[in-house]
Structure formats: C-alpha cells, structure tokens
C-alpha cells in the first residue's frame, strides 16, 4: 500500500490589530476605492508591540493545532517553518517555535522561497512521511511583513499583513493528502521582487537604512504579468495531470495575492467563485500564510475525499500547485 501525507488538522493565528484602507488613506495618498478595484482588500492584521517577531503568531498557529489534533509536542519528528521574515537571520524561526511549543525529538527549520513557501514546504514535509521515516510533521506558514514594508510606499504598504498558519502531516494508505505536486522557480525574477539590503551581499549600515532598502522592494505590474500566466498555467497542469475536470475539483486553495490574480487563475482552471477560497478581503497577503489561513477559515466546509488544488506565485519567481485530497470531515460530522 502507498503511503501518502495526509493533512490532519489546522490551527492558525491573526494579530487583533486591524489595519484599515481608511488608515491607509491617512498614511500614503490613496483610497479604499483603489485598493479594494484593484486587489480586493479591505484590511488587514499588523502584529505590533516591541520584540515581536514572526514566531509569536507561528507559536500560537502550532499551539492550537496541536489542541485541536490531540497531538502532544513530543509526538513531532519535524517541524518546517516557511517564513521569509524569520525572527532572527539566525537561528531558525523552526528552532525558535520548537522551543517554545516544547518538541523534544523534533528536528526543525525554516524553508525561504517567498510567497511560495507553504507549498515548498508541504511538499518536502510530506516527503518524509511518504518515504515511512516519520508520522508526525508540522508545517507552519507564518510572516510578519509589516516588518518589511515601507509604510511611505503606497504600491507595496497596501497589499500586505501578518499572520500563521499550521497543518499537522500524518502517513495514510486511504488515498487521501498530497496526491501531486509541481514545484518551479526562476531566480530571473529577482530584479522585480526583492529585499536590496539587510542579507551578505548588502549587510545593514547607516547608507542602508537611509535609502529605504530594507522593505520589499516590487515592480508590481510585471509581477502581476508573471504571477498570473505562472499561477494559472501551473494549477491547470496539475490539474490535467491527475485527470481533474472542473466538476472534479471541489476548492481551489491560491495564494492570496490579489483577487485579480485568483479570479484568472480560477478562470483557467475552468471554476466559479463558489469553488475558490477567499480571505484577501480580511487578511492581505500574508505571504507564506495565505493558504493555511484559507484551509483554517474554511475548515467546516471541507469533507473527507473532496479534491484541492493548492497554487501559490512569488519572489523568486517562485511557484507551484498542489493536489490535495481531504482527509477528514469537521467535527460533528460522521467520517
Ligand atoms: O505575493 C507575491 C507576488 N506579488 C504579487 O502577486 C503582486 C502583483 N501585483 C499586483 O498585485 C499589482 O500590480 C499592484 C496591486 C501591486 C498594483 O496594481 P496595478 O493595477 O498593477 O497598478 P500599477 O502598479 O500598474 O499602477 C497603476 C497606477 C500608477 O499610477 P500612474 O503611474 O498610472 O499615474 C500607480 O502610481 O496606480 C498607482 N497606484 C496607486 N494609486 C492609488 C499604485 N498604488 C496605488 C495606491 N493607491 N495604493
């Protein structure tokens, strides 16, 4: 029997700050009315408060799934984090969450490729399991971006918010959990979405800061370009693949970037805004949070069998799509 990775569970985490278009309008010269036409946000969550980093809401993300799955932080073999705003350059944000949840055999790190973090990361979680070498993997998607961004930057400060997410992976013989997957990168996209400084080949110094060079720096309608072809073209590829007809896909799970981007990749996978997950409105894009924040919101709705399709595109480039089949029905209904 085929072992496969299953997702047995979810927990996610918001900051209680709201940041608002009307706040934003206060900030930088725009408008709701932009802002909401243009990528479909409202509002997002800022994590604020001294000497809070990203593993703050990742610990709070793990800790309710570990709740809510009955899994004790012993029971983990591997925790994989996919930040691209980790607490520190170094240690881990993985080593960092696994001491405070209190894992004792765990092995942890963290995985950088940007907005497609999760979905690297859930696959090479799953990978583990699939091989027989572990039962219990922890994958949390998890960013603070308001510590990136440049609120002076009205194309940039607009899109993004803070926010984690966590799936727990377990082994299955049922068919069930991470069915395909397709994984790409092109680093030729650096020159359109980056951080100039804060890394080796630019440390931080006075000239560094003065210039603004620490936030994310984005050409956004080229990313667009990309992000829509890429996203789409890949979510059609693996749906194709595993011989998924629009009928056959109960919920597309896309990275939540922009709602234009999601509406055309949802259009060339051939379904209708019922079947798409959506939490743009509420959250922004929380980069490597976006898809366990959408899994989280929506989790009374899944049912054991249904077919997902996960898509993601970001810095790097980096993107990718993934099958998921759900492997368990919300609580209170029989399995
Ligand atoms: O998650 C990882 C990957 N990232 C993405 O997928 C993001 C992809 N890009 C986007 O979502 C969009 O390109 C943005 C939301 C970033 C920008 O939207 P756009 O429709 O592509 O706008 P644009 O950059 O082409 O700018 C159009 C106009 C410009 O004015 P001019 O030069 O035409 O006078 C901008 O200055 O809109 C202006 N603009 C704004 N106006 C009001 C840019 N930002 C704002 C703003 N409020 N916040």
Redesign the pocket.
Known sequence: MKITAAITGVGSYVPDYVLTNKE?ETL????DE??VS??GIQERHILKGENQGTSVMAIKAVEQLLAKTNTSAAEIDLLICATTTPDLVFPATANIISAAIGTTKAFSFDMQA??SGFLYALTTGAQFIQSGTYKKVVVVGADKMSSIIDYTD??????FGDGAGAVLLEPTTDGLGLLDHELCSDGRGEQH?HQKAGGSRRPPSAETVANREHFVY????A??KF?VKNMADVAAQVADRNHLSANDITWLVP?Q??K??IDATAQRVGIGPEKVMLTIHKYG?T?NATIPLCLADYEQQLRKGDNLIFAA???GFTWGALYVKWAYNPSGIMN
């Not at 984005?218 to 309608?221: D, L």
Request: hydrophobic share 45%; glycine share 8%.
């Open positions: 934003l930088v010269d725009t408008t932009w802002i243009r990528t940007a907005c009205r194309s940039t400060c607009i899109i979405l984005q050409e956004g309608a990313v667009f992000a990275h970037a922009n234009r981007i894009n980069t595109f970001g810095g």
